[in-house]
């Protein structure tokens, strides 16, 4: 009977430490993707930035020009840098990959906390990956205000005291 006893032992004892290899590996697994989520999003902010300052020095530009056909040419170039942006394809990905690698705590929070809008939950989610106030408004350009009112807003209607850390109480929430 002992026998039976200590082989039941050592089950349970390789069931904990399968468990805990599982749980590290898919600790492991949602960090990487987490981080490639962060470097997705940082590459959009970047092609924006790019973007903007093309956009803005050929502005610029185009009131020196003198020559109408060049004119006309700089003008279609505007035009295309405006309407192509960041793709719109790119953002759709981007906001799929948020979605799916957030779901459960974007679900969770909207149980525990059904007064936050979408957009609200949206920062919070990128808040609880580890992007700052600042890379949130490049990301759906607006304005760094716009996210600290959003950040207050998510406090007052999850009942954050300001003495805590709003980043700490997201992540602990999952």
Not at 18 to 47: A, H, V, W, Y
Request: contains cysteine; proline residues 2%.
């Amino acid at each position: 009977m002992p026998k039976r006893n200590n082989q039941s032992m050592g089950t349970v004892q390789k069931s904990k430490v399968g468990r805990g290899t599982r749980k590290r590996e898919s600790d492991s697994t949602f960090s990487s993707i987490q981080s490639e989520l962060m470097s997705k999003t940082l590459e959009l902010i970047q092609l924006k930035d790019i973007m903007g300052n093309a956009h803005k020095v050929l502005s610029s530009l185009k009131k020196e020009i003198e020559r109408a056909d060049h004119k006309l040419i700089l003008k279609e170039i505007l035009r295309s840098l405006h309407i192509d942006g960041p793709k719109k394809r790119d953002w759709e990905l981007f906001h799929s990959q948020l979605r799916m690698y957030n779901e459960p705590f974007m679900e969770a929070l909207c149980k525990r906390f059904p007064t936050l809008s979408h957009q609200e939950i949206r920062i919070a989610s990128l808040l609880k990956s580890g992007m700052t106030t600042k890379e949130i408004a490049e990301l759906f350009a607006i304005q760094v205000r716009t996210v600290e009112n959003h950040r207050f807003s998510i406090r007052k209607k999850m009942n954050i005291d300001t003495d805590r850390d709003l980043v700490s109480e997201l992540q602990n929430l999952a």
